[in-house]
Structure formats: structure tokens, C-alpha cells
């Protein structure tokens, strides 16, 4: 029994760290923290499921994009759309760097700076498959208290 408790405590240790460290290096924000306040009893996989949507949202936003900057000639105003789109989507779910990405994005859109929007595009995929390989990992050890019997540590 104490062994089991020494790995209950050990993750939730993980879990702790690492949402320290999203919040410390900018991944996330005050937003996800307010997503997380909303999870209750009545339903306890409300951020997970909020982030699943951004996941699917995300990556077919990102093959939109990727798409409209192979065609000839650019629509900037549609390209600006897609990343306005996703700008939102990350500032609901508190994905910080992404969002700044988008806003970095929105800026080489109105220039109509080709090379600029693909050099951001990159950056903003990158960002993305960050935040979400980390958030799936927080999830993953969510999981893993909660199947061992051990409760959430308390976000601050």
C-alpha cells in the first residue's frame, strides 16, 4: 500500500511540475486555467475534450493554410482568415505561443509577404506540436492519477 501511495504522490508530483513549467515557459495561459476551473463532477473530462476539439480544429486549420500558400496567386484575406481562425481557437483553449505565432502570421498576411507567411507557418506548426505533445502528456498523467485512485493536484 505504501508503494502505491508513493506513486500516486510521485505523479501527481509529474503533473505538478510540468503544468508549472507550461505556464512558466509562456505554452499556456490564464485561459487554460479558467478552462480548468470550469471542469466539475458533473463533468470531469471538460478541458480534455475542449483541447480534442482544438486538436482537430487545429490541424485541418494548419493543412488550410499550408494549402493557400501553394496556390497561385495568394488570397491574403483568406489566408489572414485561416490563421484568424486558429488565432482564436488557440487564445480559447490558452495555447499562449500559438497564439502569438498567429499574431506574428496576421501581420506578413497584411504585407502580402509570401516568404514571411511560409517562414511563420513553420514556426506557428512547430508551436503547435509542442503545446500539444505536452498537453497530451498532461493528460496522460491525468489518467494515470485518476486510474490509481489519486485526486488532481489543485492548480494555482
Known amino acids: 500500500m505504501l508503494n502505491f501511495a508513493m506513486d500516486v504522490l510521485r505523479l501527481q508530483q ?4 510540468l503544468t508549472y513549467s507550461l505556464f512558466n ?7 487554460f486555467t479558467q478552462l480548468q476551473q470550469l471542469q466539475d463532477e458533473s463533468n470531469p473530462d471538460f478541458v480534455s475534450e475542449v483541447v480534442a476539439l482544438f486538436f482537430d480544429d487545429s490541424d485541418r486549420l494548419l493543412e488550410n493554410l499550408g494549402k493557400a500558400l ?24 490558452g495555447a499562449h505561443r500559438v497564439k502569438n505565432a498567429c499574431i506574428a502570421f496576421r501581420a506578413y498576411c497584411d504585407e502580402n ?15 503547435y506540436y509542442l503545446v500539444k505533445s505536452k498537453l497530451q502528456e498532461l493528460f496522460h498523467l491525468e489518467e494515470e492519477i485518476l486510474s490509481a485512485g489519486g485526486t488532481l493536484p489543485l492548480i494555482e
Do not use: N
Open 113 to 127: 509577404d509570401r516568404a514571411g507567411c511560409i517562414q511563420c507557418l513553420q514556426h506557428m506548426k512547430h508551436e
Open 70 to 93: 501553394e496556390k497561385e496567386p495568394i488570397d491574403y484575406k483568406k489566408l489572414d482568415a485561416h490563421v484568424h481562425q486558429f488565432k482564436g481557437s488557440s487564445s480559447s483553449v
Open 14 to 17: 509529474q503533473h505538478s511540475q
Open 25 to 31: 515557459e509562456g505554452f499556456l495561459d490564464e485561459q
